[in-house]
Protein backbone atom coordinates (compact mmCIF):
# COMPACT_ATOMS: atom_id res chain seq x y z
CA UNK A 1 0.00 0.00 0.00
CA UNK A 2 2.82 2.35 0.88
CA UNK A 3 4.87 1.73 -2.29
CA UNK A 4 1.46 2.12 -4.14
CA UNK A 5 1.06 5.92 -2.44
CA UNK A 6 4.72 6.39 -3.43
CA UNK A 7 4.73 5.19 -6.86
CA UNK A 8 1.28 7.74 -6.91
CA UNK A 9 3.26 10.46 -5.55
CA UNK A 10 6.27 10.07 -7.80
CA UNK A 11 3.70 10.33 -11.09
CA UNK A 12 2.25 13.58 -9.55
CA UNK A 13 5.95 14.75 -8.98
CA UNK A 14 7.05 14.20 -12.37
CA UNK A 15 4.17 15.28 -14.14
CA UNK A 16 3.91 18.57 -12.20
CA UNK A 17 7.83 18.87 -13.64
CA UNK A 18 7.13 18.18 -16.87
CA UNK A 19 4.00 20.68 -17.02
CA UNK A 20 6.42 23.43 -15.42
CA UNK A 21 9.63 22.02 -17.75
CA UNK A 22 7.06 22.59 -20.79
CA UNK A 23 5.77 25.81 -19.52
CA UNK A 24 9.27 27.35 -19.23
CA UNK A 25 10.31 26.08 -22.68
CA UNK A 26 7.34 28.29 -24.10
CA UNK A 27 8.25 31.34 -22.08
CA UNK A 28 11.82 30.80 -22.95
CA UNK A 29 12.09 29.44 -26.89
CA UNK A 30 15.66 29.96 -27.94
CA UNK A 31 15.67 32.46 -24.79
CA UNK A 32 13.60 35.05 -26.42
CA UNK A 33 10.55 36.11 -23.95
CA UNK A 34 7.89 38.83 -24.46
CA UNK A 35 8.69 41.84 -22.12
CA UNK A 36 12.27 41.11 -22.49
CA UNK A 37 13.26 44.91 -21.85
CA UNK A 38 10.93 45.23 -18.81
CA UNK A 39 13.89 45.69 -16.59
CA UNK A 40 16.95 46.98 -18.85
CA UNK A 41 14.78 49.53 -21.34
CA UNK A 42 10.98 49.45 -20.05
CA UNK A 43 10.07 52.50 -22.34
CA UNK A 44 11.47 50.36 -25.40
CA UNK A 45 8.27 49.60 -26.80
CA UNK A 46 6.41 52.38 -25.96
CA UNK A 47 9.31 54.44 -28.02
CA UNK A 48 8.50 51.94 -31.04
CA UNK A 49 4.91 51.81 -31.03
CA UNK A 50 4.90 56.03 -30.73
CA UNK A 51 6.87 56.41 -33.59
CA UNK A 52 5.50 53.87 -35.92
CA UNK A 53 1.79 55.90 -35.03
CA UNK A 54 3.29 59.43 -35.77
CA UNK A 55 5.35 57.98 -39.31
CA UNK A 56 2.02 56.38 -40.40
CA UNK A 57 -0.40 59.05 -39.19
CA UNK A 58 2.10 60.71 -41.86
CA UNK A 59 2.11 58.14 -44.89
CA UNK A 60 -0.76 54.93 -44.01
CA UNK A 61 1.25 53.23 -46.77
CA UNK A 62 4.40 52.87 -44.97
CA UNK A 63 3.26 50.21 -42.48
CA UNK A 64 2.83 47.59 -45.00
CA UNK A 65 6.58 47.52 -46.16
CA UNK A 66 7.52 47.55 -42.20
CA UNK A 67 5.92 44.30 -42.36
CA UNK A 68 7.28 43.13 -45.11
CA UNK A 69 10.80 44.04 -43.72
CA UNK A 70 10.49 41.40 -40.80
CA UNK A 71 9.86 39.13 -43.15
CA UNK A 72 12.69 39.22 -45.28
CA UNK A 73 14.89 39.66 -42.27
CA UNK A 74 13.97 36.64 -40.65
CA UNK A 75 13.95 34.47 -44.00
CA UNK A 76 17.76 35.38 -44.61
CA UNK A 77 20.05 34.47 -41.73
CA UNK A 78 17.01 34.08 -39.36
CA UNK A 79 15.64 37.24 -37.50
CA UNK A 80 19.28 38.79 -36.86
CA UNK A 81 18.59 42.34 -38.88
CA UNK A 82 20.98 41.54 -41.49
CA UNK A 83 18.53 42.69 -43.65
CA UNK A 84 19.41 46.22 -42.30
CA UNK A 85 23.27 46.43 -42.84
CA UNK A 86 24.99 48.16 -46.09
CA UNK A 87 28.43 46.92 -47.56
CA UNK A 88 30.43 49.49 -49.43
CA UNK A 89 30.65 46.69 -52.54
CA UNK A 90 26.79 46.57 -52.31
CA UNK A 91 26.93 43.21 -52.52
CA UNK A 92 24.36 42.98 -48.93
CA UNK A 93 20.99 41.85 -48.81
CA UNK A 94 19.51 45.47 -49.64
CA UNK A 95 20.43 45.38 -52.71
CA UNK A 96 18.98 41.58 -53.75
CA UNK A 97 16.40 42.12 -56.45
CA UNK A 98 13.32 41.14 -53.81
CA UNK A 99 14.88 43.84 -51.25
CA UNK A 100 15.04 46.48 -53.91
CA UNK A 101 11.48 47.48 -53.13
CA UNK A 102 12.05 47.76 -49.35
CA UNK A 103 11.07 51.25 -47.84
CA UNK A 104 11.26 52.58 -44.60
CA UNK A 105 14.95 52.13 -43.26
CA UNK A 106 14.86 56.09 -42.29
CA UNK A 107 11.42 54.55 -40.08
CA UNK A 108 14.10 52.10 -38.63
CA UNK A 109 16.65 54.30 -38.03
CA UNK A 110 14.76 57.02 -36.72
CA UNK A 111 13.20 54.25 -34.20
CA UNK A 112 16.65 53.37 -33.05
CA UNK A 113 18.08 56.48 -32.60
CA UNK A 114 15.17 56.84 -30.11
CA UNK A 115 15.51 53.83 -27.92
CA UNK A 116 19.32 54.73 -28.13
CA UNK A 117 19.09 57.62 -26.69
CA UNK A 118 16.59 56.33 -24.03
CA UNK A 119 18.94 53.04 -23.43
CA UNK A 120 22.34 52.83 -25.12
CA UNK A 121 23.44 49.50 -26.41
CA UNK A 122 20.35 47.68 -24.84
CA UNK A 123 17.53 47.19 -27.87
CA UNK A 124 18.95 45.22 -30.98
CA UNK A 125 17.85 46.21 -34.14
CA UNK A 126 16.03 42.64 -35.18
CA UNK A 127 13.86 43.57 -32.01
CA UNK A 128 13.39 46.94 -33.28
CA UNK A 129 12.12 44.93 -36.58
CA UNK A 130 9.54 42.92 -34.97
CA UNK A 131 8.17 45.20 -32.67
CA UNK A 132 7.88 47.71 -36.13
CA UNK A 133 5.70 45.07 -37.83
CA UNK A 134 3.72 44.44 -34.75
CA UNK A 135 3.03 48.10 -33.88
CA UNK A 136 2.85 48.96 -38.09
CA UNK A 137 -0.36 45.69 -38.17
CA UNK A 138 -2.01 47.21 -35.26
CA UNK A 139 -1.63 50.51 -36.45
CA UNK A 140 -3.62 49.11 -39.97
CA UNK A 141 -6.45 47.86 -37.70
CA UNK A 142 -4.77 44.42 -37.73
CA UNK A 143 -4.44 42.16 -34.43
CA UNK A 144 -1.91 42.57 -31.59
CA UNK A 145 0.06 40.11 -30.37
CA UNK A 146 2.55 39.31 -27.40
CA UNK A 147 5.93 40.12 -29.35
CA UNK A 148 9.29 37.94 -28.13
CA UNK A 149 12.20 39.88 -27.57
CA UNK A 150 15.99 39.16 -26.31
CA UNK A 151 17.22 38.59 -30.69
CA UNK A 152 20.87 39.93 -30.81
CA UNK A 153 22.26 40.98 -34.12
CA UNK A 154 24.25 39.42 -36.71
CA UNK A 155 27.33 40.80 -38.53
CA UNK A 156 26.93 39.54 -41.92
CA UNK A 157 24.97 40.32 -45.09
CA UNK A 158 25.31 38.61 -48.26
CA UNK A 159 23.28 39.72 -51.62
CA UNK A 160 23.15 35.81 -52.45
CA UNK A 161 21.84 34.71 -49.55
CA UNK A 162 18.68 36.93 -49.80
CA UNK A 163 18.95 35.83 -53.53
CA UNK A 164 18.21 32.10 -52.40
CA UNK A 165 16.00 32.50 -49.51
CA UNK A 166 12.90 34.52 -50.12
CA UNK A 167 9.99 33.19 -52.07
CA UNK A 168 9.24 34.63 -55.40
CA UNK A 169 5.79 35.57 -56.45
CA UNK A 170 6.06 33.14 -59.23
CA UNK A 171 6.43 30.10 -56.71
CA UNK A 172 3.92 27.08 -56.94
CA UNK A 173 2.43 25.72 -53.67
CA UNK A 174 5.19 22.77 -53.57
CA UNK A 175 7.93 25.65 -54.11
CA UNK A 176 6.38 27.81 -51.03
CA UNK A 177 5.53 24.79 -48.40
CA UNK A 178 9.23 23.33 -49.50
CA UNK A 179 10.68 26.96 -48.29
CA UNK A 180 8.49 27.58 -45.70
CA UNK A 181 9.22 24.06 -43.78
CA UNK A 182 12.96 24.96 -44.58
CA UNK A 183 12.22 27.92 -41.60
CA UNK A 184 10.26 26.10 -39.45
CA UNK A 185 7.16 26.81 -40.54
CA UNK A 186 4.37 24.92 -41.74
CA UNK A 187 1.65 24.99 -44.45
CA UNK A 188 -1.14 27.38 -41.90
CA UNK A 189 1.81 29.18 -41.10
CA UNK A 190 2.35 29.61 -45.25
CA UNK A 191 -1.43 30.68 -45.68
CA UNK A 192 -1.37 32.80 -42.54
CA UNK A 193 1.28 34.62 -43.38
CA UNK A 194 0.58 35.35 -46.73
CA UNK A 195 -2.38 37.04 -45.43
CA UNK A 196 0.24 39.95 -44.39
CA UNK A 197 -0.97 40.60 -48.32
CA UNK A 198 -4.07 42.25 -47.10
CA UNK A 199 -1.72 45.52 -46.95
CA UNK A 200 0.31 47.27 -49.58
CA UNK A 201 1.22 47.10 -53.04
CA UNK A 202 2.86 44.62 -55.78
CA UNK A 203 4.60 46.29 -59.11
CA UNK A 204 3.70 45.77 -62.65
CA UNK A 205 6.77 43.46 -64.11
CA UNK A 206 5.59 41.03 -60.96
CA UNK A 207 2.63 39.86 -62.61
CA UNK A 208 2.89 40.63 -66.49
CA UNK A 209 3.56 37.36 -67.45
CA UNK A 210 0.05 36.76 -66.05
CA UNK A 211 -1.43 39.11 -68.14
CA UNK A 212 -0.13 39.14 -71.13
CA UNK A 213 2.14 35.44 -71.90
CA UNK A 214 1.23 33.10 -69.52
CA UNK A 215 2.51 30.19 -71.48
CA UNK A 216 4.26 31.77 -74.14
CA UNK A 217 1.08 32.06 -76.60
CA UNK A 218 0.31 35.09 -75.81
CA UNK A 219 -1.99 34.16 -73.14
CA UNK A 220 -3.33 34.91 -69.38
CA UNK A 221 -2.97 32.80 -66.32
CA UNK A 222 -6.07 30.22 -66.23
CA UNK A 223 -6.24 30.53 -62.36
CA UNK A 224 -6.36 34.26 -62.66
CA UNK A 225 -10.21 35.62 -63.01
CA UNK A 226 -11.00 37.13 -66.24
CA UNK A 227 -12.41 40.21 -65.44
CA UNK A 228 -9.64 40.91 -62.63
CA UNK A 229 -7.09 40.31 -65.55
CA UNK A 230 -9.11 42.92 -67.88
CA UNK A 231 -8.88 45.23 -65.13
CA UNK A 232 -5.35 45.17 -64.03
CA UNK A 233 -4.52 45.22 -67.92
CA UNK A 234 -6.00 48.39 -68.21
CA UNK A 235 -3.25 49.03 -65.40
CA UNK A 236 0.30 47.77 -66.14
CA UNK A 237 0.80 47.93 -70.01
CA UNK A 238 3.58 44.85 -70.86
CA UNK A 239 6.93 47.00 -70.49
CA UNK A 240 5.86 49.12 -67.72
CA UNK A 241 8.36 48.94 -65.04
CA UNK A 242 7.44 51.32 -62.46
CA UNK A 243 3.39 51.22 -61.42
CA UNK A 244 2.49 49.96 -57.97
CA UNK A 245 -0.51 48.77 -57.35
CA UNK A 246 -3.03 47.54 -54.43
CA UNK A 247 -2.83 44.11 -53.36
CA UNK A 248 -5.77 44.33 -52.25
CA UNK A 249 -8.20 46.45 -53.90
CA UNK A 250 -10.14 48.60 -52.06
CA UNK A 251 -8.38 48.35 -48.77
CA UNK A 252 -4.89 47.88 -49.00
CA UNK A 253 -4.53 50.54 -45.92
CA UNK A 254 -5.86 48.49 -44.00
CA UNK A 255 -5.65 44.78 -42.34
CA UNK A 256 -8.34 42.79 -42.70
CA UNK A 257 -9.01 39.30 -43.99
CA UNK A 258 -10.55 40.95 -47.82
CA UNK A 259 -7.02 38.67 -48.99
CA UNK A 260 -8.82 35.23 -48.73
CA UNK A 261 -11.66 36.71 -50.31
CA UNK A 262 -10.01 37.58 -52.86
CA UNK A 263 -7.81 34.38 -53.13
CA UNK A 264 -10.93 32.55 -52.89
CA UNK A 265 -12.19 34.66 -55.71
CA UNK A 266 -9.10 33.52 -58.00
CA UNK A 267 -8.42 37.54 -57.86
CA UNK A 268 -4.92 36.81 -55.65
CA UNK A 269 -2.39 39.22 -56.94
CA UNK A 270 1.22 37.22 -57.41
CA UNK A 271 0.46 33.34 -58.92
CA UNK A 272 1.80 32.25 -55.33
CA UNK A 273 -0.90 34.52 -53.77
CA UNK A 274 -3.38 31.97 -56.25
CA UNK A 275 -1.15 28.96 -55.27
CA UNK A 276 -3.00 28.84 -51.78
CA UNK A 277 -5.90 26.91 -54.02
CA UNK A 278 -3.62 24.12 -55.24
CA UNK A 279 -3.11 22.39 -52.02
CA UNK A 280 -5.38 20.61 -49.91
CA UNK A 281 -4.71 22.39 -46.55
CA UNK A 282 -3.97 25.89 -47.46
CA UNK A 283 -6.97 25.84 -49.04
CA UNK A 284 -9.17 25.04 -47.09
CA UNK A 285 -8.08 27.57 -44.35
CA UNK A 286 -8.87 30.36 -47.97
CA UNK A 287 -12.33 29.07 -47.72
CA UNK A 288 -12.83 29.25 -43.70
CA UNK A 289 -11.69 32.50 -43.34
CA UNK A 290 -13.87 33.98 -46.25
CA UNK A 291 -17.18 32.73 -44.05
CA UNK A 292 -18.87 35.67 -41.84
CA UNK A 293 -18.43 33.86 -38.95
CA UNK A 294 -15.50 31.65 -37.55
CA UNK A 295 -12.80 33.46 -39.14
CA UNK A 296 -9.16 32.78 -37.39
CA UNK A 297 -7.26 34.86 -39.07
CA UNK A 298 -6.40 37.64 -36.36
CA UNK A 299 -5.80 34.89 -33.63
CA UNK A 300 -3.51 33.30 -36.57
CA UNK A 301 -1.82 36.01 -37.65
CA UNK A 302 -0.13 36.62 -33.95
CA UNK A 303 0.98 32.88 -33.71
CA UNK A 304 2.62 32.65 -37.09
CA UNK A 305 4.24 36.13 -36.45
CA UNK A 306 5.91 34.81 -32.75
CA UNK A 307 7.26 30.93 -34.94
CA UNK A 308 8.58 33.37 -38.07
CA UNK A 309 9.86 35.56 -35.06
CA UNK A 310 11.96 32.58 -33.82
CA UNK A 311 14.10 31.78 -36.93
CA UNK A 312 17.49 31.07 -35.97
CA UNK A 313 17.73 33.74 -34.18
CA UNK A 314 21.14 35.09 -32.33
CA UNK A 315 20.64 35.45 -28.22
CA UNK A 316 22.27 35.72 -25.05
CA UNK A 317 26.08 36.58 -25.75
CA UNK A 318 25.77 35.49 -29.66
CA UNK A 319 25.66 38.44 -31.94
CA UNK A 320 25.96 42.15 -31.04
CA UNK A 321 23.43 44.98 -30.26
CA UNK A 322 24.56 47.26 -32.98
CA UNK A 323 24.31 50.88 -32.13
CA UNK A 324 23.25 52.05 -35.60
CA UNK A 325 21.37 49.75 -37.79
CA UNK A 326 22.69 49.84 -40.71
CA UNK A 327 26.29 48.68 -39.90
CA UNK A 328 28.10 46.74 -37.59
CA UNK A 329 29.88 48.09 -34.28
C1 LIG B 1 4.58 33.42 -49.36
C2 LIG B 1 5.61 33.96 -49.97
C3 LIG B 1 5.67 35.40 -50.33
C4 LIG B 1 5.99 35.92 -51.54
C5 LIG B 1 6.37 35.14 -52.78
C6 LIG B 1 5.89 37.35 -51.43
C7 LIG B 1 6.17 38.24 -52.45
C8 LIG B 1 5.92 39.59 -52.41
C9 LIG B 1 6.15 40.51 -53.49
C10 LIG B 1 6.76 40.14 -54.83
C11 LIG B 1 5.71 41.74 -53.10
C12 LIG B 1 5.65 43.01 -53.93
C13 LIG B 1 6.90 43.79 -53.95
C14 LIG B 1 6.80 44.96 -54.86
O1 LIG B 1 6.51 44.77 -56.04
O2 LIG B 1 7.00 46.10 -54.39
C15 LIG B 1 5.24 41.60 -51.76
C16 LIG B 1 4.73 42.63 -51.01
C17 LIG B 1 4.40 42.51 -49.70
N1 LIG B 1 4.56 41.40 -48.92
FE1 LIG B 1 5.00 39.54 -49.55
N2 LIG B 1 5.50 37.68 -50.17
C18 LIG B 1 5.36 36.53 -49.45
C19 LIG B 1 5.06 36.44 -48.11
C20 LIG B 1 4.88 37.51 -47.28
C21 LIG B 1 4.83 37.45 -45.86
C22 LIG B 1 5.04 36.18 -45.04
C23 LIG B 1 4.58 38.70 -45.41
C24 LIG B 1 4.42 39.19 -44.01
C25 LIG B 1 3.87 38.48 -43.05
C26 LIG B 1 4.49 39.56 -46.57
C27 LIG B 1 4.19 40.88 -46.55
C28 LIG B 1 4.15 41.71 -47.65
C29 LIG B 1 3.67 43.08 -47.62
C30 LIG B 1 3.09 43.79 -46.43
C31 LIG B 1 3.85 43.59 -48.92
C32 LIG B 1 3.52 45.02 -49.41
C33 LIG B 1 4.76 45.86 -49.31
C34 LIG B 1 4.60 47.30 -49.79
O3 LIG B 1 3.49 47.81 -49.90
O4 LIG B 1 5.65 47.94 -50.06
N3 LIG B 1 4.70 38.80 -47.69
N4 LIG B 1 5.39 40.30 -51.34
Same mark, same amino acid.
Given at each position: MAALHMNISCLIFLQVLLLLLSLFAQTNAQGLKVGFYDNTCPKAEGIVKKSVLDAIKKDRTIGAPLLRMFFHD?? %? &??? =???????????? @?????????SLRGFEIIDNVKAAVEKECPGVVSCSDVLALLARDAVVALNGPSWGVETGRRDGRVTNINEARA?????? *?????????? &???????? @????????????????????? &??????????????? @?????????? &????? *?????? =????????????????? %?????????? *??????????????????????????? @?????? %?KMGRIGVLTGRAGEVRKKCRMVN
Open positions: CF %V &RGC =EGSVLLELKNKK @DEKNAPPNLNLPSPF *DNITSLITQF &RSKGLDKK @DLVVLSGGHTVGNGHCPLITN &RLYNFTGKGDSDPNL @DTEYAANLRG &RCKPT *DTTTAL =EMDPGSFKTFDKSYFKL %VSQRRGFFQS *DAALLDNQETKSYVLKQTKSYGSTFFK @DFGVSM %V
